[in-house]
Every structure is written in structure tokens, then in C-alpha cells.
């Protein structure tokens, strides 16, 4: 099923290459079917996860550059099954949108957008860092792409520094991951990027060389999410980008910043993850603040929400620093919240956008009586975003904060006090942006002549504002996918920090590996 | 005798091919004398052939001059297939540009005879020689369109300074022979330069001397002047061939001169090796950044060029097997990739307007949608992503430099591929996103060259995907 859900999309990018340029429905159409089917394979595999097992499940190993030890290795533990069926949900959402937003050159687009699912997929399953490095270069071509051929007016300019920026991480952290596999030659004798392998290894390099490392990986992760005061490049990307490639960067790209967190910098580097832990904490309380602050002071609604996202990504670092199961989970839940919540606020935003060609609120007022049901489900998203009890972010945003409080590895409360004042900052620019959107006066020209939601932009988001409140109300249905994966690696920090966890029963679980695997993979 | 001729030919055939094709255009009446091209790639192509036969096959030639290996068939099988690509290609472009003459293709068969003697040398002299044949094929390739103000300049500006870095070999040379007491020969030479200790001054300034001489037909910083004018001077297939074979040429016999003269270990050859990662780093960061001020298609490629041979350095500075097979699979994907981007170039071009400005691209995604996704697959790999042919070669030889202890080393290539990505994307970003403003656009005429683009296509890609079918046959050559 996992490497169903991969080929999906990619089939489908190869499968429009095929299709005429003019046949402008059917390159739609198949597009959207095959990111559903992509869907539907990642929700039987969603099905098919075996919750209780903290390892990686549904795994495939196919030698490919023998020589150095680079395979075709690919599988998920709970964390990555979540991302990837997250990834699979927005694609279709972001098609959709793209169907009356993109007027040129569709066949291209469609393209593109398919191999980014594929790419983004790929990162998430990669069970080897030289894999997991193509995936992660790969999107950097269609998100190129994506932004300098149907964005702004600055669009190159905006592409390029996407770009160079995204690179200038990834070197960083080739040369990273290719230090770390020689580490394992001198340990081992053999060169490797087996990532299940280097997990046992890493763990055991000394703290001097391990900081290293662990920098040269960061730098790629906090440049991805972006992390302040890495994040110059989020602004100018989402102001350009056509509408499409703001709701991919803003629900899809920064789960990838913060699975590369996870993943790579507590898993591989847990010495130096307490070392640092602090440093990020408070790189992420910055954040929070130095986001929350610009956020209030925009004038333009896309920028706005750009800063509002490098805020709120500011307490989901903290959250996985916190290195405590709360923290952790509600990072990832927080991921997912976010996906949908921001999907659903660009996708409101563009259907303003679309109307009146303007990102400036000034140009708005007064909305809510013209387009009402925009109004609601715009409300939503918002105070999805906001954090209000019932919606989704309040889950996540509660035992982000919870676990910051409680984190045995921070011991300190400062971080959880300043990372709470983000419910003040977030209620400040959220609800100035609702008030200045959909109250108020009409501008006189033209917002009279604004149509509600067609049964299109309905379809789009509709599915998201069930599953925010759903996830409000029972977060357990997709919490417990992550949680004894969480739990064990929880444990393995605990232990190698402190000498004893909670979570023994997990960690025995863990050990217990070689016979669930092979179940999961005669499965599979 | 005939031991020497088996083991030698490869090179034997080319010059064959090359005389007889002179004396086909010398003598058969002009008008069949279109008979040349077909001929020469035909005998390229059996050339390649026996490469290929002689895969596997380990022994020398003529009292131990000339060595055959699988290390020498994987150059010969280079050369002759980019020869083969450049003849293709270079047919449409010079009948376009009315300067279809047989010389040219029989000095392609010339260097190419050249680069196999390079790759076959085990031994000084025969190094030189074939370094000389080739590179005199080339000054004349250079100035081939002898009306041209550019080309004329740039043969001439090859030709001096290719002269003066012969001195530069020839005078290294000569040291190392005084030094050596009377050795020329590679593995002579390595058992003569002891192990451990300090190095004689002769021997060193000799080594010094070989390497700039070295570095200067790799075009490596500070030895680079030469080649932004001249290539953007020569006819762009002479450009293509010169970038790719050449360079390929270059560094088949700098691995094999570095690997006689640097024994691991040793106080002097540390420095030695020390001085080389300079040149590599400094290479990369100069021809990276000079490249961002380009805005001529043939001269930023010219630029990145050099950075290219920085980053080919680093498997000399490794000087691990691993290294050396990391280079020699560069030189392939690097191969592909070169060749194809100047072949584009080269079908753009047009006898009444040079159409190598940025400004002349802008827009093409338009004009010519098949055109511009190739040259933008071309620059992705140039700048080393995944996953085309590239990137994986800069993978391995970022392996083998860190495995040798040079981490800066692989830290510079990263940084200088960022900066590089500025003006890769500058090519992409006029091809897509900007629309052609003024001025006259001609209808390109790929013609025949679009099967040389097609193989470079299709090298890039199954470089980038199956390295391990390449990385098998460079992996157990040393």
C-alpha cells in the first residue's frame, strides 16, 4: 500500500504527459483522479497500520547503488503514515483549487503539482538518507517551477530565493549525511545510509563530531519549516506564489521541516538535541513572538498569514524540543491541524483574491453580509488557527504547551510562558484580519458585486472543515497512530539522558521488532 | 610486435580512420567528398567497438609505454562516443553556418587519437605526445571558422598559452627525469619517490611543474584565463567537444601522473596534496561566482566549466580508489550533460545573429517547449540535482573527499553549488518565466544534432537513476 500511495502521483505526472495540451477537462479531471486514488491508497494504508507496533512498518528494501550502500528503502512508523495521509488529503483540495485559478499552460501544471505529491511522499516513506536527500531536492523542482511561472509580479525573484535558500540547507546537509555514513564506515567498515542502521549508530557518536552533524542537519530542517530567523524566504514565497503554491508551502512544505526534526534530529542526535534543546526552544519562542508582531502590523492578508505561520511554527519546535510525549504528539497533531486549517484560510483567501485581485485588506470590508456562507467556514479555519475548545487547534496547541511545561529535558517554565502568549498574539491578528474581511463597511467600489462560495469551492473545503471539527472533538482517531512510535522514541531519550523511562513497555516492544517486521512485511 | 599492435588499437584505428579520412577529402573528387563525415563516425564507431571487445583485457605495449586496462577502455569508450556525439551534431550546425569542410572531421579524429594516448600513456613522453596531438587538433578546431574575428581569437589565445603550459609539462618533465635518475615510466616513477621522506627539491619543483601544467589543460583556478574567451570564441561544437572530451582527456592523464608522483604519506606530498585542494576549492568558488555575472550562454557555461574541474579535483585530492572512480564517473555524466547543453546552444545559433545572449533565450519555453525542457533538465544537473547524472557523481566524489579527511573541501563544493544555482536558474528563469522582447528570433534547426541531444537525454537520466551499471565498470578499474 505505502508504495502505492508513492507511484500513484508519480504515474499520474507521466500519465498527463501523454494527454493533449488542449484536452484542458480531461487533464484536470485525471489529474484530480489520480491525486484521489493516491488518497485512497494512503487511507488503506492508514487502515491497514498497526498502531500498537512502535517500529517501521510495510517495509521495502531494493539494493540500488551497491557501492555505497544507497538502497530503494521505504517504510513509516505512526509519525510518517500520518504525514504522508495528510499529504494525499491536500493534494486533491489543492487541485481543485488550481482549476479555475490557472488559466495557462495547464498541462504543465498539473504535471508539476503530481511529481511535488510524489516528492513529498518520498520524503516521508524514505527509510535512507541518500533517498530521502533525492526526495527532498526533487520538490524544489516543481515548487521552482510552481512559483516562477504562474505567480506574481515578482515571481522570479521569489522562486530564485526559494530556491537558493532551500539548496544552501540541503548541501549543508548532504555533506552532513555523507560525514555521518563515514562515521559508520570507520565504526563498521562499510559506508552505508541505511537510516534504520545509522538510528542504532549515531546514537553512539561522541558529542564533539555529533554537534556537527546535528547542526548541518538542522540547518536544512529550520530553513525548511522556516524557523526565524530563517524564515525571510516564507514571506516573498507565499506573497508570489499563485495560490496554488501558497497552500503547498503553507500546509505541506513545513511538515517536512518539522518530520526532518524529529526524525533526524532526536532520533539520529539525542546528545545533542539536549545540548541544544534550549537554543531551539528559544529560536522558537522568537519566533512566536517576532512572527505574532509582524502578523498584526501587515496590511496585506497574504503576508499576514505568512507571518502568522512562521509564529505558530514557532511553538511547534518548542514542542518537539520539549522532548516529551505531549510535546511531541502535539507537535505532530499540531502539523496536521495546521495542514488543514491553513488549506482551508489560503483557500478562503483565494477565493477573495480571485474576486477582487487585490491581497490588500484595506480593500476589504464588510463581506459577511455579501457572502455568507464564505463567512463561515472562512470562521473556522480561523478559529481553528486561533485555538478555540472544539476545533482542532486547541488540541494541539494545549499539549504543545503542556509538554513545554512539563519537559523534563527544558526544566524551566519560561519557555511554556512565552510560548502561551501566542494564544494572545494569534487572537490579536486573527480576529483583526476576520474583523477587517467580513465586517465593516463595503468599500465602495465593487464588493457589492462579490458571489458566495460556488458548490466547487464548497467541495474544496467542506471536507477539511469536518475533519477540524472532528479532530477537535476526537483527536484520539489520528493521535493514536503516533503514539507509541512517539512514546518509544520518548523513551529512548529518556534513557540515554536520565538512565530510566516510563516507557519500558514500549521500548520492549521495540526490541521485540524482528517478528513484527516480518509480519508487516508479508503483508505488505 | 603483435602484442603491440592488440594492446594499442584503439589508438592504432583512430589515426587510421584519421589519415585515411584526410586523404578521402585530399583525393576523391568534391563532390563525393561528403563521404568524409560518415566515414569518420562509422570508424569512430569501430573504434568504440573494439574499445569495448578489449574490456577486460590488462597489458601493454611497446616496452611498457602504452598500458591497456579497463581503465583505458572506459577513455576510450568516453572519447570515441563524444566524438561520435560532437561529428553528429557539428554536420547541421556547420552547414547552417556554410562552413562544412572535411578537415573538421578528420581533426576530431585526430584529438580523439590524441585523448586515447593520454588515457593509455604509462609513461611521460608518450603522456606529452598525446597530450600535443590533441591539443594542436584543437588550436586549429578553435580558429576552424577562420573569417570569424571570435574564433580567429580565440585559436590564437589557445595556441600561446597552450604553448606556454607545455613548457610548463615539458620543463617538469625534464626535472623529474634528472631526479628520478633516467625514469619516465608511471610505475618507475612511484617506486622511485620513496615513501615517507622529504621529496628532493628537484623532484618537487618537477611536480610543481607537471601540475600546473596539468591544471592548466583541466582549466583550474588560477590557470583558467584561457577558456571563457576561447570557448566562447570556437564554433560551439568545437566548444562541446573540447569542454567534454578534452577535459575528460585532461584528467585521465592528471589521475595517472598525480597517482605516480603523490605516494600517500610523506611530509612533502601531504602539501602536495594540501595545494591541490586549494586549487580545487578556490576553482569551484571562482568559477561558480564569476559565471553569476555571465549573460552569454557560452561563456557562463565556459565559467562553470572551471568550477566543474574543482569539483573533478577533489577526486585527485582524495586520492582513494573510491576518488578515481567518483571522477571517472563525473567525467561520464559530466560528459552527457556539457555536450548536451552547448549541442542546444549550438541548434539555436544562427549564421546571422550568434543568439547566445540570456536575452536571446528569453521566451524560448515558447518558441521551442522541447528545446528548453531539455536545456533545463541539462542545468539541473550541472548544478547537481538529484536525480539526474550529475548530482550523483558530485555525491561520490563528496564521499570520497570527506573519507580522505577533506570535509572543508566537500563544505566549499556545497556553498559553490549554491552560488552556482543563481545563474543555472538565470538560464531557466529567461527560458520560462520572461517573454522574448525585441529583436529578430530565428527558427531553430536542430536537424540531425537532435540525435546527439536525444543520447545526452537519455545519459543524464540513467546516470542519475542507475549509477551502479557505470559505477561497476569505474568502481574496479584501479
Known sequence: MLLATLFAPLVGALALLLVSRDAKKALKYSSLLMSLVAFVFALAMLLGFDQTNPNMQMLTNVSWIPTLDAGFRVGVDGMSVLFIFLTTLTMPMVILAGFDSIKEQEKEFYALILLLEFGVIGIFAALDTFLFYVFFELILIPMYFLIGVWGGERRTFAAIKFFIFTMFGSLVMLVGLIWLGYYVQQTTGHFTTNLLLLREIAPTIPLSTQKWMFAAFMLAFCIKIPLFPLHTWLPDVQSESPLVGTVVVGAVLFKIGIYGLIRFGLELFPQSSFEHAKVMCALGAAAVIYGAMLAIVQTDMRRLASYALVSSLGTMVMGVFSMTPEGIQGAILQTFNHGLSVTGLFLCLGVLTQQRGTTNLADYGGIAKVMPMFAVLFAISLFSLVGLPGLNGFIGEYLLLLGTFRSPFLNNWTFGILGATTGVFVAIYMLKLYNNICFGKFPNDGSASMSDLTTKELVTLIPATILMIWIGIYPSTFMRFSDESTKALVGKLELVKFGTTKYTETLKKLHAAPAAEGTAHKEH | ?478
Not at chain 2, 587510421?16 to 568524409?36: D, E, H, Q, W
Not at chain 2, 588515457?119 to 587538433?137: D, K, R, T, V
Open chain 2, 1 to 478: 610486435m603483435l602484442y603491440d599492435v592488440f594492446y594499442s588499437l584503439p589508438i592504432a584505428l583512430c589515426s587510421f580512420f584519421g589519415i585515411t579520412a584526410m586523404l578521402i577529402g585530399a583525393f576523391v573528387p568534391k563532390k563525393r567528398s561528403n563521404i568524409v563525415m560518415p566515414y569518420a563516425t562509422t570508424g569512430l564507431a569501430i573504434v568504440l567497438t573494439f574499445a569495448a571487445l578489449l574490456w577486460g583485457r590488462n597489458g601493454t605495449a611497446f616496452n611498457g609505454m602504452i598500458t591497456t586496462g579497463m581503465y583505458a577502455s572506459f577513455f576510450d569508450i568516453l572519447f570515441a562516443s563524444s566524438g561520435i556525439l560532437v561529428m553528429i551534431a557539428a554536420r547541421p550546425y556547420l552547414q547552417k553556418m556554410a562552413w562544412e569542410f572535411d578537415e573538421f572531421y578528420v581533426l576530431v579524429l585526430f584529438a580523439v587519437s590524441g585523448m586515447m594516448l593520454m588515457a593509455h600513456a604509462n609513461h611521460l613522453l608518450i603522456a606529452f605526445i598525446g597530450i600535443e596531438i590533441m591539443s594542436i587538433s584543437f588550436y586549429v578546431l578553435s580558429a576552424y571558422m577562420r573569417n570569424e574575428q571570435l574564433s580567429v581569437e580565440s585559436g590564437l589565445k589557445y595556441f600561446l598559452l597552450g604553448a606556454f603550459s607545455t613548457g610548463f609539462l615539458l620543463y617538469g618533465m625534464a626535472l623529474i627525469y634528472g631526479a628520478t635518475g633516467g625514469k619516465m615510466e608511471y610505475s618507475a616513477i612511484r617506486a622511485s619517490v620513496s615513501y615517507g621522506s622529504q621529496m628532493p627539491t628537484l623532484l618537487l619543483a618537477g611536480t610543481g611543474l607537471m601540475l600546473i601544467g596539468l591544471s592548466f589543460k583541466v582549466s583550474a583556478f588560477p590557470f583558467h584565463g584561457w577558456s571563457p574567451d576561447v570557448y566562447q570564441g570556437a564554433p560551439t561544437v568545437v566548444t562541446a567537444f573540447m569542454s567534454t572530451g578534452g577535459k575528460a582527456a585532461a584528467f585521465a592523464a592528471f589521475i595517472q601522473i598525480a597517482g605516480a608522483l603523490i605516494p600517500n604519506g610523506g611530509p612533502d606530498s601531504v602539501k602536495i596534496v594540501h595545494l591541490l585542494a586549494c586549487i580545487s576549492a578556490a576553482s569551484m568558488l571562482y568559477g561558480n561566482i564569476a559565471a553569476c555575472a555571465q549573460q552569454n550562454v557560452k561563456r557562463l557555461l565556459a565559467y562553470s566549466s572551471i568550477a566543474q574541474a574543482g569539483y573533478m579535483m577533489m577526486g585527485i585530492v582524495s586520492g582513494s580508489s573510491r576518488g578515481t572512480s567518483g571522477l571517472m564517473f563525473y567525467l561520464a555524466a559530466y560528459l552527457c550533460t556539457q555536450m548536451g547543453a552547448f549541442i542546444v546552444a549550438a541548434a539555436l545559433e544562427n549564421k546571422y545573429g550568434k543568439q547566445l545572449e540570456f536575452s536571446d533565450y528569453a521566451g524560448l519555453a515558447k518558441r521551442h517547449p522541447l528545446l528548453a525542457g531539455v536545456m533545463s533538465l541539462f542545468m539541473f544537473s550541472l548544478l547537481g540535482l538529484p536525480p539526474f547524472a550529475v548530482f550523483f557523481g558530485k555525491y561520490y566524489l563528496f564521499t570520497a573527499a570527506i573519507e580522505a579527511g577533506y570535509t572543508w573541501l566537500a563544505l566549499v563544493g556545497a556553498l559553490a553549488s549554491v552560488i552556482s544555482a543563481y545563474f543555472y536558474l538565470g538560464l531557466i528563469v529567461a527560458m520560462y518565466f520572461r517573454s522574448h522582447e525585441s529583436g529578430e528570433t530565428y527558427p531553430a534547426q536542430p536537424g540531425m544534432s537532435g540525435v546527439t541531444i536525444g543520447i545526452a537525454v537519455a545519459g543524464v537520466i540513467l546516470l542519475g537513476l542507475l549509477p551502479s551499471v557505470v559505477m561497476r565498470w569505474t568502481g574496479i578499474v584501479m
